[in-house]
Nanobody, 115 residues
């Protein structure tokens, strides 16, 4: 069983920065795909950024150049550094890890960007 706990969300003005953290407990491997998704009110959950198998990173076009995902395998933690935030980045951000054959989600952390 894997548990994910996110932290770091909050309210920030447009142009500001936040760093999200996701700590995983349980049996995961450093090669397990792990990353961040978000869901805005009335919209579907979408990929923000993730590590694929082999360590390749994948970003949504809307966040490229502004967000950076990183991972500390010793701590089983993944981070999302968000800069130049926009009101359209407002959403609940969810951490995700795929440990075959299961897909695990955190409880989510709210990010609100005011204009």
């Amino acid at each position: 069983q894997v548990q994910l706990v996110e932290s770091g969300g909050g309210l920030v003005q447009a142009g500001g920065s936040l760093r999200l953290s996701c700590a995983a407990s349980g049996s995961i491997s450093s090669i397990d795909p792990m990353g961040w998704y978000r869901q805005a009110p009335g919209k579907q959950r979408e990929l923000v950024a993730r590590f694929m198998t082999g360590g390749i990173t994948n970003y949504a076009d809307s966040v490229k150049g502004r967000f950076t995902i990183s991972r500390d395998n010793a701590k089983n933690t993944v981070y999302l550094q968000m800069s130049a935030l926009k009101p359209e980045d407002t959403a609940v951000y969810f951490c995700n890890v795929f440990r075959w054959p299961n897909n695990y989600w955190g409880q989510g952390t709210q990010v609100t960007v005011s204009s």
